[in-house]
C-alpha cells in the first residue's frame, strides 16, 4: 500500500509536531498515581482553571473518561439518555453494559443534537417495572452528526431538565475545543451546564495520547478508584501529559484553520457530480459526503484514493467521512477534492 500523503481518514492521524515533543522530552516527571508528577498536575490544573469545574484527571483515553464518568454516575440497572449516534453507544465495546451496568435510551437527535423536550420525553416515570433515569450525555460537537456544535442555549435547557428531575449530565469533549473555536462560547461556560466533562488532546489538539476528566473534587476522587481498576492509573506520564500542555497553549486558535480548510473541502466536493454533502452546514473540522450518486461505493472510492496516497474512510457503502487537522493544509483538502472528482469521473 502506497504511504498515505493526505490522511483525513481522521484527526487523531496527526503527528506530534517537532515543537511538541521538544516539550515533551523536557518535562518534569514524578509518579502520577501518587500525584508526584509535576507535569501531569500542571495539565490538569490548567484544565480545571479552563473548564471552571474544582478539580480534574489524566487519563489514557477519550473512551476511559467516557466509561469512567459513566461508572461513577451510574449504577446496576439505571438508565443513561444519549443520542443514537453517540460514542458511548457506538464505539466503546458496549463499555455501560459491562463497567457500569446500565442501559442506553437511544434519542433521534437533529445530527446528534436533542433538546430539553427530547429528554423529557425520555425520563422514567418513577415506577418499580422502570429503569432509574440516572444520566444524560451529550457530545460537543457530534462526530456522527457531522461535528454539530451543541449551542449552550439548548444544553442549559437539557440541563434545567436534567436537574429538576435528578439527573446528572455528562458531555463527551472529545472536540470540546472544536466547539469553542466556532461557536466563541468559552469552554467554562459549556462546562457550567454539566457534572463532569472531558476533552481529548488526541483528536484536534494534536498530542499522540491523553484525554483529561473534570468534575467535583467528589466526581474526581471517585473517578480515582474507577482509574486504578481499570488499570489506568499510571508512572511517570508527565512525558505524555506535557503534550497536553503544549497543545492547550498552542493548538486551540489554529483549529479555526481546521474548519476553514473543513469549509473548503465541502464546498470543493459538493460540486463533484453525483457527490451529496450529508450536512450542507460544515460547522468544525468534519465533513460527512455522500456518493451514491456515483457509479462507485464508498469503500471503492477510499480504495482508489488510497492507491494515491490520499485517505478518506468509508462509513458504509454509500457514505465517506473526511476530518481536517493540523497535518492538513489548504492544498492537501483541495488536491484531495481534485482526486476524488478524479476518481469519480472515472
Ligand atoms: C474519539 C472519540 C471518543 C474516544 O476518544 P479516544 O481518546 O479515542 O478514546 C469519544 N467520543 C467521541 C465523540 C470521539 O470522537
Known amino acids: ?9 481522521s484527526d487523531t492521524q496527526s503527528q506530534p509536531t517537532p515543537a511538541m515533543r521538544e516539550a515533551m522530552a523536557s518535562a518534569e516527571v514524578g509518579d502520577e ?4 508528577d509535576p507535569s501531569v498536575n500542571k495539565l490538569c490544573h490548567e484544565v480545571t482553571e479552563l473548564l471552571g ?10 473512551t476511559m473518561c467516557n466509561q469512567i464518568s459513566l461508572a461513577v454516575h451510574c449504577g446496576a440497572g439505571d438508565e443513561i439518555i444519549a443520542d443514537q449516534s453517540a460514542h458511548i453507544i457506538n464505539y466503546e465495546a458496549g463499555g455501560p453494559a459491562v463497567l457500569s451496568r446500565s442501559l442506553v435510551r437511544a434519542l433521534d437527535g437533529d445530527c446528534g443534537v436533542f433538546d430539553a423536550e427530547d429528554v423529557q420525553k425520555a425520563i422514567r416515570s418513577n415506577s418499580y417495572h422502570a429503569p432509574r433515569s440516572r444520566l444524560v ?26 436537574r429538576e428531575h435528578g439527573l446528572n449530565l455528562h458531555m463527551d469533549g472529545a472536540r470540546l475545543m472544536n466547539a469553542v473555536v466556532a461557536s466563541g462560547v468559552p469552554a ?10 472531558w476533552l481529548d488532546l488526541s483528536k484536534g489538539l494534536g498530542c499522540p495520547v491523553g484525554a483529561v476528566l473534570a468534575g467535583t473534587h467528589e466526581f474526581i476522587d471517585e473517578a480515582w478508584r474507577w482509574k486504578h481498576r481499570v488499570g489506568g492509573a499510571m508512572r511517570q506520564a508527565g512525558i505524555i501529559a506535557a503534550a497536553g500542555s503544549w497543545a492547550l497553549a498552542n493548538h486551540v486558535e489554529r483549529l479555526a484553520d481546521d474548519h476553514s480548510n473543513a469549509r473548503q473541502f465541502a464546498k470543493r466536493v459538493s460540486e463533484i457530480p453525483g457527490v451529496q454533502l450529508v450536512s450542507e452546514d460544515v460547522q468544525t473540522n468534519l465533513i ?14 477510499s ?28 492544498d492537501d483538502v483541495n488536491e484531495a477534492a481534485d482526486r476524488l472528482a478524479d476518481v469519480i469521473s472515472g
Open 1 to 9: 500500500m502506497k504511504a498515505v500523503r493526505i490522511n483525513l481518514y
Open 33 to 36: 498515581q501518587h500525584r508526584l
Open 53 to 62: 469545574k474544582e478539580d480534574a484527571l489524566f487519563l489514557p483515553s477519550g
Open 137 to 162: 450525555v451529550v457530545e460537543q460537537t457530534s462526530n456522527r452528526g457531522g461535528g454539530a456544535v451543541w449551542p449552550l442555549s439548548t444544553l442549559q435547557g437539557v440541563a434545567a431538565v436534567a
Open 188 to 197: 467554562a461556560d459549556f462546562a457550567a451546564t454539566v457534572d463532569s466533562l
Open 288 to 301: 460527512f459526503f455522500n456518493v451514491s450518486g456515483s457509479q462507485l461505493s464508498a469503500q471503492d472510492i
Open 303 to 330: 480504495a482508489r484514493l488510497r492507491e494515491q496516497g490520499i485517505w478518506i474512510g468509508a462509513i458504509d457503502n454509500e457514505r465517506m467521512r473526511a476530518v481536517t487537522h493540523l497535518d492538513i493544509s489548504r
